[in-house]
């Protein structure tokens, strides 16, 4: 089984909707991150977490929110979805205790219509 | 200004046609290098972390260097297997976060 996994993988909806994606880990680690990746863009940080009572915005935190459940548990919100947070989006973990190396989840694929 | 450059966008490649993929940045007292490798709809996967100028890690038909300015994943005898697409990220000095900032990345294509 993978150890980052992410739900829903793909997603559409329409403006003006709320969205939830979740991202779950096995791993242990005690760092989630949430990001972003767009066409010619590159990967962007949007919100991290190095533990369950830390929450920090990133790059591009505008229209998003987040909710770190459980060690294990990271979820980012839509509260009003507008097209272009059309994107894919990645959850990540790390280990500070292990050079602090990011691990991806498998990705959600939004579309905002 | 941004930090991470890569270069270049895309390279398409014969299969055996060794050459390298180039990542520059901007930042001082890096904190740490990272290279990972991309397949199109999944999540990076890691490969390589690089710390100072000097120091090259490998595996398989990879290998990465590292300079005060550049990092360079070499790819030697590359088969088709390796297309995908590869980014750089670097983890600045500045915050003491633990956040990186990624390169655009480099796509590569290796043809039978």
């Known amino acids: 089984d993978a150890d980052v996994t992410q739900t829903p993988r793909n997603r559409i909806t329409k403006t003006g909707k709320r969205i939830m994606l979740e991202c779950s880990q096995t791993k242990g680690h005690d760092r989630m991150y949430w990001y972003r990746q767009d066409p010619g863009l590159g990967l962007r940080l949007i919100y991290y977490?190095?533990?369950?009572?830390?929450?920090n915005k990133g790059e591009i935190s505008d229209g998003y929110s987040v909710s770190r459940q459980a060690q294990a548990k990271f979820s980012l919100s839509l509260e009003s979805a507008i097209p272009n947070q059309t994107a894919l989006y990645f959850c990540a973990t790390s280990d500070p205790t292990r050079a602090d190396t990011q691990y991806f989840g498998p990705g959600t694929r939004l579309t905002v219509l | 200004e941004d930090q991470v450059t890569q270069s270049p966008e895309a390279l398409r490649l014969q299969e055996g046609e060794s050459s390298s993929l180039n990542c520059s940045y901007t930042v001082s007292g890096l904190r740490g290098l990272f290279w990972y490798r991309q397949d199109p709809g999944k999540g990076p996967e890691f490969l390589f972390t690089?710390?100072?100028a000097g120091e090259e890690k490998e595996k398989e038909r990879l290998k990465a260097t590292l300079t005060k300015k550049e990092s360079f994943l070499h790819i030697t005898a590359p088969k088709p297997e390796d297309s995908a697409t590869y980014l750089c990220?670097?983890?600045?000095?500045?915050?003491?976060?633990?956040?990186?900032?990624f390169g655009k990345g480099t796509m590569l294509l290796v043809s039978p």
């Open positions: 690089l710390y100072s």
């Open positions: 977490s190095f533990d369950v009572k830390d929450i």
């Open positions: 990220a670097v983890r600045p000095p500045n915050s003491g976060y633990s956040t990186l900032t």
